[in-house]
Nanobody, 127 residues
Framework: QVRLIEFGGGLVQAGGSLRLSCITS????????MGWFRQAPGKEHEFVGG????????VYADSVKGRFTVSRDNATNTLYLQMNNLKPGDTARYYC????????????????????WGQGTQVSVSS
């Protein structure tokens, strides 16, 4: 059974930091691009950031650029999202996801391109 499990969410004050982790099991995703999405109440899923299968390319939403960093460790099947200088507008449920395709050098940013999803972890930022 393929599973993606996110850890590390919580409640933090504005300006604080959190590090989310996503552990995969059931198959390796070392050949797939992976991404982080978030969904705030009443809103659709929003791409946050992603990383290619080999870690050479990362892409970020403008709203988080310079504050968030995506990284991965293929040896441990783990994806990370380091979030610094958090703002109340970052409050959402955060999901990790893996792209359908393998060995892609172009990182995709739409939910339709990601076929494997975790159940999410809640991040709440107070002002």
């Amino acid at each position: 059974q393929v599973r993606l499990i996110e850890f590390g969410g919580g409640l933090v004050q504005a300006g604080g930091s959190l590090r989310l982790s996503c552990i995969t099991s059931g198959r390796t995703f070392s050949t797939n691009a992976m991404g982080w999405f978030r969904q705030a109440p009443g809103k659709e899923h929003e791409f946050v950031g992603g990383i290619t299968w080999n870690g050479r390319t990362t892409v970020y939403a403008d709203s988080v650029k310079g504050r968030f960093t995506v990284s991965r460790d293929n040896a441990t099947n783990t994806l990370y999202l380091q979030m610094n200088n958090l703002k109340p507008g970052d409050t959402a449920r955060y999901y990790c996801a893996a792209d359908f395709r393998v060995y892609q050098s172009v990182l995709r940013t739409t939910t339709a391109d990601y076929g494997y999803w975790g159940q999410g972890t809640q991040v709440s930022v107070s002002s």
